[in-house]
């Protein structure tokens, strides 16, 4: 799974989500380029505010899909933290499991297979008939935890928390040569989006991405895409890389 030593991997996550790959990469051998192409933004409202506490004191179970939702919520919750024992939190994976633990004191279903659809899955075993989920994500979510929920005729609720949009298109763009990259990690369509508003394709790239859904926007904007991830997250793309060479 190691990379070409000293091979350079551009990250267009947000600026923060980058650090936390970059050092990865780095332990791996390889050379991270950080270059942010997308922006998260909390959903600062008061009626959602007022929504969150509401459907928090009738849930049963929070799911969160990502340690940014864990910590959008913490934000935004109006209520005390940690969280008391009647409301159990489950997390897509251990990342999220421990912001869960860091912001609210509890982690009680950590997933294991690293997607929404797993989680929802494992979730299921442990819910009562009448338990309610309050489903916690971004606004540009998939519903792949919804709809799985749905098939098992279980009560749910979304709230989104906040939002992920791209960087605004530049009439500069960065010629892809200036970068020192060999290759890009895209991790959501929106990344696909900023990445091709902050860079002008001047060279070859290889182009990485996080899933099909990341693969279908890459190539809807015209990208090449080299190898898709089979697995969540860093890991997933690492692997894909390493299948290329």
């Known amino acids: ?9 551009l990250l267009t996550r947000t600026r923060e989500d980058c650090a936390e790959w970059a050092a990865e990469i ?27 506490a ?5 849930a049963q179970w929070i799911a969160f899909t990502s340690r940014r939702g864990v910590a959008a919520f913490a934000r935004l919750y ?32 950590v997933g294991t297979g690293g997607t929404a659809a797993a989680l ?14 309050l489903i916690a994500v971004a606004e540009n979510a998939g519903r792949s935890l919804e709809d799985n929920l749905d098939d098992a005729k279980r009560i749910h609720v979304r709230i989104d928390l906040y939002r992920t949009s791209p960087l605004a298109a530049r009439s500069d763009r960065v010629a892809a040569s200036e ?7 895209l991790a959501s369509p929106s990344a696909v989006t900023g990445f091709c508003n902050q860079v002008r394709l001047d060279m070859a790239l290889d182009i990485f991405t996080i899933g099909p859904a990341t693969t279908r926007a890459a190539r809807a904007a015209g990208l090449a ?21």
């Not at 929802?120 to 989920?133: F, K, M, W, Y």
């Open 179 to 185: 970068l020192g990259a060999r290759s890009v990690f």
């Open 78 to 109: 109006p209520g005390p933290t940690p969280l008391p024992p009647s409301i159990k939190v489950a997390a897509v994976g251990p990342v999220t499991g421990q912001e869960a633990r860091t912001r609210l004191g509890r982690a009680d279903l």
């Open 54 to 58: 509401r459907e928090v004191s009738r």
């Open 225 to 245: 895409v080299t190898g898709e991830a089979t697995r969540p997250g860093l890991p997933g793309l690492m692997e894909a890389l390493h299948c290329a060479n």
């Open 120 to 133: 929802a899955a494992e979730l299921v075993l442990r819910l009562e008939p009448d338990d309610r989920v």
């Open 1 to 9: 799974m190691k990379p070409t030593p000293r091979h350079r991997i």
């Open 26 to 52: 780095e332990r791996l051998g390889a050379v991270p380029v950080v270059f942010p192409c997308i922006r998260c933004q909390d959903i600062k409202t008061a009626a959602l505010r007022e929504r969150l």
